[in-house]
């Protein structure tokens, strides 16, 4: 699965303690990073060996942030869609939003005969 | 390995579960026997190869064809599509587990499981039903693809392929 580009802020480093405060966000995201949460990464989680290492050190941390914040974004009332239409007739399908799971695992159907 | 190009999705019930698997000619993929429970496809549409990893061992699969894959269960497999295809796996949760599977002919207008229960040593087999393709018939039932059933022996089971597949996959 592609991301979007991954933003982050060093907010404070704190030697004292080894770790920085960061915030995360997409590129992409709605708001300013500064209203995401921000969070505690020990230096014992990073790799300050190149400014390649330490960028690498942040996508991988940020990674998950930034999905949960994704996941975490409310719907738009207009994007509320209905959760199946049970019809293989497209016509059925015209001019309804339908939401469907982005899970590709699910049950199969049994029948009894 | 998957790509953009390649849809796979899983189905599970409670005795077995399905990989669907559609993809572009050209696809190849490298299993290993950890990730892989499957023991039977069906190839809706599409061609390929699929074998043991870097040996002569192999066998190829072509359109609408049952595909016994139950030796390379423990083993690393690679396959490769030589055409666009549409591939339907089935799947054991234990690989030690015995299945059996076979299509169901056009001829047969009527489930026989005599041949699988009618013995005189105690059977605990259990079998299934898996529509594989287009919406065939059972007792007046239409099915559509990955409807499944379990069928039972002294049950009266009326089959019209109706132009579809159906798969009896059998749990020995």
């Known amino acids: 699965m592609m991301f979007p580009n991954i933003l982050f802020k060093v907010i404070r480093n704190d030697p004292i303690n080894k770790s920085i405060v960061v915030k995360f966000c997409r590129e992409n995201a709605q708001k300013p990073i500064d209203e995401y949460k921000s969070v505690n990464i020990s230096y014992r989680n990073i790799d300050f060996s190149s400014p390649k290492a330490f960028e690498d050190s942040m996508r991988s941390r940020g990674n998950p942030v930034v999905m949960k914040q994704l996941m975490s974004e409310p719907a738009l009332d207009e994007n509320k869609g209905i959760s199946e239409i049970l019809s293989t007739d497209i016509n059925d399908y015209v001019g309804k939003i339908v939401c469907t799971t982005s899970d590709t695992s699910g049950s199969l159907n049994r029948v009894t005969l | ?172």
């Open chain 2, 1 to 172: 390995m998957i790509d953009d190009g390649n849809k796979r999705f899983y189905r599970r019930c409670d005795e077995f579960a399905i990989c669907v698997n559609l993809g572009k000619k050209g696809y190849v993929t490298a299993e290993s026997p950890e990730d892989r429970n499957t023991i039977f496809q069906y190839i809706v549409y599409g061609k390929g190869k699929a074998g043991i990893m870097f040996t002569e061992d192999n066998i190829e699969f072509k359109d609408r064809e049952l595909v016994d894959l139950r030796r390379y269960v423990h083993d690393y497999v690679m396959s490769i599509a030589t055409e666009d295809f549409f591939i339907i796996g089935f799947n054991t949760y234990d690989k030690y587990q015995k299945w059996d599977a076979r299509l169901i002919s056009k001829d047969e207008t009527e489930l026989d499981l005599r041949s699988i229960y009618d013995r005189i040593e105690p059977v605990s087999s259990r079998t299934f039903i898996l529509c594989l393709d287009g919406r065939p018939i059972i007792n007046d039932k239409k099915l559509k693809r990955y409807d499944y059933s379990e069928v039972f022996f002294g049950n009266s089971y009326k089959i019209d392929l109706n132009g579809g597949v159906l798969g009896l996959f059998v749990k020995c």
